[in-house]
């Protein structure tokens, strides 16, 4: 399996690390867990648990670096700042890990966004910001309502447009039927230990919830009352639905 490690920077100068595999097919932009790195993937098992699809030429993976010790998970901070820091790792996905993936992938123009945990939101909000750039989200455990997460001080801007609770709650008119013809999402999430205590199990519900009352293009799938927040679930996860995307 082809593999490399590479380090990069924005126009801004925000650097971080990006790992690949594979040699051809559909791009997939993976986000760590919380606080999570490049090559988490490959260290929890999802590379191989989906390598048949790799050897076959039939998708790309690219892992990459979380900023989230200093912005989500910054709980120090107010959550308004910490939403504003992300516009960091935003401006490096955009301007240095999407130019990146399209110059590996043949020009690729779509690229689809995945996560688990944490990274299920990023997976979610960018492609909700950014449809244009990736068409298809594959989101599994995440929590999407950031409002929620250890917050405090006031909630500005920066807060609402990287919130898709609130944001997609108030999409309408031309963006909105645009996003209907454009954006896919799966929503997967199992119904086990840490899927409450996380929100995720209640979150991702609402998520969908809201999706259908927007009609937005989704899939809903809850996994089984033995099925946890952990690698496990989602190896088992991606490997079976990761095929029908590729």
Known sequence: MRHYMAELQSPDGARGRLAAYGHYGRPV?????????????????MVAAVADLIDAGRVKLYGVDSFDGGTWSAGHLPLEERARRHGAYESWILDAVVPHIAADSDGATEIVTAGCSLGAFHALNFAFKRADL???????SGNYDPATWRGWGEQGDALYFNNPMAYVANL?????????????????????????TTGSLDSTRRMAGL????????????????????????????????????
């Open 172 to 196: 309408h008119g031309d963006h909105l039927d645009w996003l209907r013809s454009r954006l896919s999402l799966l929503l997967v999430c199992g119904q086990g230990q840490w899927e409450d």
């Open 211 to 246: 999706l259908t009352a927007k009609g937005v293009r989704h899939e809903l799938d809850l996994w089984g009352y033995d099925v946890p927040h952990d690698w496990p679930s989602w190896r088992a996860q991606l490997a079976h639905h990761l095929p029908r995307f590729c």
């Open 134 to 140: 990736f068409p298809l989200a594959l989101c599994f």
């Open 29 to 45: 932009l993976m986000f760590p867990s919380e606080s999570g790195h490049a090559s988490e993937f490959a260290d929890r098992g």
